[in-house]
């Protein structure tokens, strides 16, 4: 056991005396469960942290005052990384606390979760936990370590989304955020109240393909949105990888399903006249103008953040209702709500939607923590923290052991205000997934408060690029081969070297943990 993060397993002077009591003298479980927090996570699938007001959202790009609420009832973390930005992935690191190459799930496609291995959910229904999933896992196999799950089958569908409960299917009729956070509540409503409970509600939205609720389509009034400056960038001064890439506005992204030329087929006739009344007319007027070269993307832009950002207008809206049912039934003062998403994504920066980059757009990710009486209210960390320290805080918060296994660490001091020391200072990266989807390069690398060093390592490059985020916050000239960074260079290349070992990185990393062919197909 971690024992040098246990020791204030039972945080002496935060938790109630009587969970000191009940340690040593024997009082009743239900009494002991009444005083450890509750846990919600609510989780988003591709939030950018782009697009959370409380970020700052330098584009003015929406509000989420109900998201927001949480950053000033609670801590706002500013550099929360991911260790591999894919949906997938990400959700495997974040249950387990591991690393992909100790979890065993690398890719999105063909790899499927080890349900056996030891994650925080089982770990929390162990010590006397109510546990359920309500929304997307997307983990392949079945959920492992809860009295519930209620989940839409693989990526899902926004419109009358069917669901898997406790594996049978279920039909459902209107739009998923809703029908997710209607499910949500209900099993709140239904637990057995005399034990805490740990709930993930995880959200389908806002991932591809984009598709708000109806009645939200015109919530922005036909606003235009702000490019951002490197929406047209050509990719001088970096290698192969991005200039091969196959996730570009101007060339991947559909105008049929993605742009909305075409309809989506899981509306009823009903729901079907709504988003024509809307898109028809806006659709004409496109098809009549028929724009081409960079009026073409910045059309394809304006759309995807219209339809982007209505996924994340129903997502706080949505939010804001979990929230209003922990206040009517003050739960809310001892539930600790965390919000993130599973990574980050390209909001247009570089040309680019989708994630996968250990670019700051993409391995960053959302991540506000609201638990009265321990975290600071309006706190603001700009620590390195990862969704990987998740599972260890939950741990630490209802007072059970952390397991060795686990490669985060508890986020608990942070919460309270304090940075311990020894509190890491670099963060190591790595992800795999090539060629399907968007032909993104495996890279693994280190990102600090000022510097992102990547090597991108298969199947056919062999290169290292490295990044100075205080002069070059959008990363986009390599300076690895400038002589004047040739000591920062060999000291984080040091820092990737520590790292692996400390990891248990596999010294050369198996091809097939890429997921590539040996014949890489063209361009989709
Ligand atoms: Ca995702």
Same mark, same amino acid.
């Given at each position: 056991m971690k024992s040098k993060y246990r020791r204030t397993a039972f945080g002496v002077e935060n938790l109630p005396m009587l969970v000191m009591l009940a340690l040593?003298?024997?009082?009743? =479980? /239900?009494?002991?469960?009444?005083? !450890?927090?509750? @846990?919600?996570?609510?989780?988003? &699938?591709?939030? +950018?942290?782009?697009? =959370? /007001?409380?970020?700052?959202?330098? !584009?003015?790009? @929406?509000?989420?005052?109900?998201? &927001?609420?949480? +950053?000033?009832?609670? =801590?706002?973390?500013?550099?929360?990384?991911?260790?591999?930005?894919?949906?997938?992935?990400?959700?495997?690191?974040?249950?387990?606390?591991?690393?992909?190459?100790?979890?065993?799930?690398?890719?999105?496609?063909?790899?499927?979760?080890?349900?056996?291995?030891?994650?925080?959910?089982?770990?929390?229904?162990?010590?006397?936990?109510?546990?359920?999933?309500?929304?997307?896992?997307?983990?392949?196999?079945?959920?492992?370590?809860?009295?519930?799950?209620?989940?839409?089958?693989?990526?899902?569908?926004?419109?009358?989304?069917?669901?898997?409960?406790?594996?049978?299917?279920?039909?459902?009729?209107?739009y998923v955020t809703e029908i997710i956070t209607d499910l949500s509540i209900d099993w709140l409503k239904k637990r057995d109240p005399a034990k805490p409970f740990m709930l993930l509600c995880w959200h389908k939205a806002p991932h591809r393909i984009w598709e708000p609720a109806l009645g939200d389509l015109d919530f922005d009034h036909d606003r235009p949105y702000p490019p951002p400056a490197t929406l047209f960038d050509d990719y001088a001064g970096r290698g192969r990888a991005e200039h091969e890439q196959d996730m570009m506005i101007a060339t991947t992204m559909r105008l049929n399903e993605d742009c909305k030329l075409t309809a989506p087929p899981d509306l009823s006739p009903g729901q079907r006249k709504i988003w024509d009344a809307y898109y028809a007319p806006r659709n004409a007027a496109f098809l009549e103008k028929k724009p081409t070269g960079k009026a073409l993307t910045e059309w394809k832009y304006n759309r995807f953040m219209h339809d982007y950002l209505g996924c994340i207008k129903g997502l706080d809206d949505n939010i804001g209702r979990l929230l209003k049912y922990l206040d009517e039934t003050g739960l809310a003062t001892n539930t600790m709500v965390v919000y993130s998403s599973d990574q980050g994504f390209f909001l247009g920066e570089h040309g680019w939607f989708d994630k996968r980059w250990i670019f700051q757009e993409s391995a960053r990710t959302p991540l506000l923590v609201r638990w009265p009486g321990v975290a600071k209210a309006g706190g603001v960390s700009g620590k390195i923290v990862s969704s990987l320290d998740l599972a260890e805080t939950f741990l630490q918060a209802a007072g059970t052991a952390v397991p060795d296994?686990?490669?985060?660490?508890?986020?608990?001091?942070?919460?309270?205000?304090?940075?311990?020391?020894?509190?890491?200072?670099?963060?190591?990266?790595?992800?795999?997934?090539?060629?399907?989807?968007?032909?993104?390069?495996?890279?693994?690398?280190?990102?600090?408060?000022?510097?992102?060093?990547?090597?991108?390592?298969?199947?056919?490059?062999?290169?290292?690029?490295?990044?100075?985020?205080?002069?070059?916050?959008?990363?986009?000239?390599?300076?690895?081969?400038?002589?004047?960074?040739?000591?920062?260079?060999?000291?984080?290349?040091?820092?990737?070297?520590?790292?692996?070992?400390?990891?248990?990185?596999?010294?050369?990393?198996?091809?097939?943990?890429c997921g590539y062919p040996a014949q890489i197909p063209p361009n989709l």
């Open positions: 040593s003298v024997a009082v009743p =479980v /239900s009494l002991i469960a009444a005083t !450890r927090p509750n @846990i919600l996570f609510i989780m988003a &699938d591709d939030h +950018a942290w782009q697009a =959370v /007001s409380a970020y700052g959202d330098a !584009r003015h790009l @929406i509000q989420t005052p109900n998201i &927001d609420r949480l +950053a000033r009832e609670g =801590v706002r973390f500013d550099h929360c990384l991911v260790n591999n930005s894919l949906c997938g992935p990400a959700r495997a690191s974040i249950i387990t606390g591991t690393y992909s190459h100790i979890n065993g799930f690398y890719n999105n496609s063909g790899d499927r979760f080890d349900g056996s291995q030891s994650t925080f959910p089982k770990l929390l229904r162990q010590a006397g936990y109510q546990t359920a999933v309500i929304g997307k896992w997307h983990l392949e196999s079945d959920p492992t370590g809860f009295d519930h799950w209620e989940i839409v089958p693989e990526q899902g569908v926004y419109y009358n989304p069917p669901m898997i409960c406790d594996g049978q299917q279920v039909p459902h009729s209107g296994r686990m490669q985060g660490r508890s986020l608990m001091p942070l919460l309270k205000g304090e940075t311990p020391p020894d509190w890491r200072t670099a963060f190591y990266y790595h992800y795999y997934e090539y060629p399907a989807w968007h032909r993104v390069r495996p890279h693994y690398g280190v990102i600090t408060d000022r510097y992102t060093l990547a090597h991108f390592y298969a199947p056919d490059v062999d290169y290292w690029e490295l990044f100075d985020r205080k002069n070059d916050p959008e990363e986009m000239t390599s300076i690895f081969d400038n002589p004047a960074y040739a000591q920062v260079r060999a000291n984080l290349m040091q820092e990737v070297t520590r790292l692996r070992t400390e990891l248990k990185e596999p010294a050369k990393d198996d091809p097939k943990a």
